[in-house]
């Protein structure tokens, strides 16, 4: 059964926007201190038993120069610098196995996979970054409430810094051309993609599916799935941080980011989807400010979307920007 609103409503849905009146100093300031400390990145060739496509463990520094994780999978018959698509994970998982990540390497892309850091122990991918916690601080069980309280010390702003450094390495490396740069990912992955279309310029299009991580309070509000529950949870508990805990997910949240977005993009919504509610999808599309954008409605799916589905029109969509990578 439909989860929210009807797709009437829903397409007109523009809510006001909760932003602190620092947010944009806020994530110069975290992204500035990552980038001082960095190092260079480190690609390793690895051998995952693939003829058609070159593999690299690589390890890149984000938040605060903590090393981070990922695969590089580059088409091996293909010359000079490609276009490349940089990809987030779903909530729970880790990087995986670089044979779980053909798509893109196979219609001609280089591909950047990014570990979420402290994810991957959920059964479906693995993670090898950790996630330095020093704070302590009270949590539900799980990443949605970890540094809750304080916006320096939550744990969002560890991955998205990580995420925008991702692009970073990825437009620095001699095989990707750094001006046809792409973010995509489903779900965690889809925020995190709506989060960096707000924080890097000059991105080439932003591929954002059933995206978690957008209007955080109406979320918590109409649906009891996993993992906003976890914010209920917490609160439950924690009465008296409500207005503390939203004004930091504040800074965090993905309508704050879209507004700010200057690319070209590809969203999709599911309208039986009670893990990502269509109303946040929309109210992030609806804000998006990125020109050239639309959004699949996915109408009898869940959470899972479009699946499969959906990447016949990613890739056509990149074909009209790059042309055909045949």
């Not at 480190?42 to 058609?52: E, I, M, N, Q, V």
């Not at 490349?84 to 893109?104: A, F, N, Q, S």
């Not at 560890?158 to 995420?163: C, E, G, I, S």
Request: glycine fraction near 12%; hydrophobic fraction near 40%.
């Amino acid at each position: 059964m439909l989860v929210d609103w009807p797709l009437d409503r829903l397409r007109d849905y523009l809510p006001e926007r909760d932003e602190p009146a620092d947010f944009d100093a806020f994530w110069a300031d975290t992204l500035g201190q990552a980038r001082d400390a960095g190092t260079p990145a480190r690609f390793k060739p690895y051998d995952a038993g693939l003829s058609t496509v070159e593999v690299f463990d690589v390890t890149f520094s984000g938040f605060a120069g903590q090393p981070v994780r990922g695969w590089f999978l580059l088409p091996r018959h293909r010359t000079g610098r490609l276009p490349c698509v940089v990809e987030y994970i779903g909530y729970g998982g880790g990087r995986g196995l670089p044979h779980e990540w053909l798509t893109w390497s196979a219609a001609g892309y280089a591909h950047l996979v990014m570990d979420t850091r402290g994810q991957g122990s959920n059964g479906y991918l693995v993670g090898d970054t950790p996630d330095p916690d020093p704070a302590g601080l009270p949590q539900t069980p799980g990443f949605m409430t970890r540094g809750l309280t304080d916006p320096s010390a939550y744990y969002y702003r560890r991955v998205f810094t990580d995420a925008v450094r991702a692009v970073e390495t990825a437009r620095a490396h001699p095989r990707v051309d750094p001006d046809r740069v792409v973010v995509a990912g489903t779900s965690q992955g889809g925020g995190i993609s709506i989060a960096v279309s707000g924080l890097v310029d000059g991105l080439a299009a932003v591929l954002p599916n059933v995206p978690f991580l957008c209007h955080y309070r109406r979320a918590t509000e109409i649906t009891d799935a996993l993992p906003y529950q976890e914010l209920v949870t917490y609160l439950r508990t924690h009465r008296g941080d409500v207005e503390q805990a939203f004004r930091t997910l504040g800074y965090f949240d993905g309508v704050n980011f879209a507004s700010r977005a200057d690319a070209p993009a590809l969203f999709s919504v599911a309208l039986m989807d009670a893990v990502c509610p269509p109303s946040t999808v929309y109210a992030a599309f609806n804000h998006y400010a990125g020109g050239e954008k639309d959004i699949t409605v996915w109408p009898y799916n869940g959470h899972e979307g479009g699946a499969g589905f959906q990447f016949p029109r990613q890739a056509e969509l990149l074909r009209r920007l790059f042309g055909d990578r045949g």
